[in-house]
């Protein structure tokens, strides 16, 4: 799918604020709300959009530590040993790498003894070689995609 201008600039203001309506949206892009309405609709039939979601401070729901885990694999086990840490629940992302670990995942643990076992379940999966833990100290940012380039021709207020 090729995205135009405007794709690109409801993408980006949906970025910002997912919360927005149509017709403040049409509003700050400068199209109707029935435009905005149609053009999230492909986006979301096309498979641009995924789902809707939320931004939650880790934090405040007691998630107070976060690690990365480089894992070390074989060629032959990689597939498996991804498919089984992507099923764990404290297991929020998992990159497959071309550098010195065969993938890298991202676990979220409300405190050390949660996170230990964690770490004893990602270490229990049958394939994997070695693990190596690296504790998050600071989140100095956090965005979920970079900001899409639109060349923005917003009507003013």
Known sequence: MVLDEL????????????????TELGKKIGVPPSTVHDKVHR?????VIKRYSIVIDERVIGY???????????AKAYKGVADALVVMPEVIE?????????????????NRDELTRIINRVRAV?????IYIFSILE????????PIVTQVHQVAS
Do not use: C
């Open 94 to 110: 998992v990159y497959g790498t071309t550098a010195e670990f065969d993938l890298m995942v991202k676990v979220q643990a409300t």
């Open 64 to 74: 107070n530590l976060i690690a990365i885990v480089g894992v070390q694999t074989t």
């Open 126 to 130: 049958d394939g994997i070689d070695d």
């Open 43 to 47: 986006l979301v039939e096309e498979g």
């Open 7 to 22: 794709d690109k600039q409801v993408l980006s203001t949906l970025l910002s604020d997912g919360r927005i309506s149509y």
């Open 139 to 146: 989140n100095f940012k956090n965005e979920p995609l970079r």
